[in-house]
């Protein structure tokens, strides 16, 4: 039990992301070997309410990550220069403090029904108690950067159950970025309101890649897009530091000339 109230590792907490999404096929091959169908192991049959609480999840862990990106991606815009050192606590933030992770964790307890409610119950509960160790580490690592600030924003606002819970689902306007950024969770819960209705999760492979294929692009336009303004940037201190070379050696020349 002690392992739960440790902080998570250097590795843990880089590979945060892609443990959630290795798990699928874990819990696939997982669910194939213990109990045997006559199903292929990444194309389960379920639906009914299996199917219908799967997609309830899904739906509502992508829309609480969207609202979070969201708010947060709009809160860096309008205080760019603040972003750094103040805690986002409105919003999103100001129901729990990991809306993110939340969402995660709804969206992939939804992905475990598919196999069954155990095998869902010990899926999700894996993975909160994964991500309770990589919250840990990051709030050390708050606490060393805000100090009392974070401490006093830890006790207004609960890590995990929110007691305003209408902050994560209304207030925001949905970013482009945020959209696209959270592509793999969107084609997850697509996925699965498709598999509901067609009986197996087959539906899933074809629209989580389509989801993770668009994140991927867009975050190589925005790399791109980064790279062109950091190549304008030094172009223009160049050029201005060329024209302040010039106007100094001009000015030089006439006090010389003044001189003589």
Known sequence: ????????????????????????????????????????????????????????????????????????????????????????????????????????????????CSFGWLPAAIYAALHTARYHRVILREEDLFRESWGTAFTDYCQRVPRWIPDRPWQLLFGCRWTTEAVLGNGPFIGLAAGLVWSGLAGNLLPVIPCEAAGFLIAALHFLWRSHLAGRSASEQRTRQTVARETSTNSTAVAMTSTRQSAR
């Open 1 to 112: 039990m002690r392992f739960l109230f440790q902080p998570a590792t250097s590795i843990e907490y880089r590979c945060r992301a892609a443990l959630l999404f290795v798990s699928q096929p874990a819990l696939a091959v997982l669910c194939a070997v213990a109990l045997p169908s006559d199903s292929p192991w990444y194309a389960p049959t379920f639906g009914g309410v299996a199917a219908l609480v799967a997609a309830t999840l899904a739906i509502l862990g992508t829309w609480i990550r969207i609202q979070a990106a969201s708010y947060f991606s709009s809160v860096k815009v309008a205080q760019p220069d603040a972003i750094a050192d103040t805690i986002v606590s409105t919003g999103p933030f100001g129901a729990v403090r990991n809306p993110l992770y939340l969402g995660s964790l709804l969206e992939f307890a939804g992905y475990g």
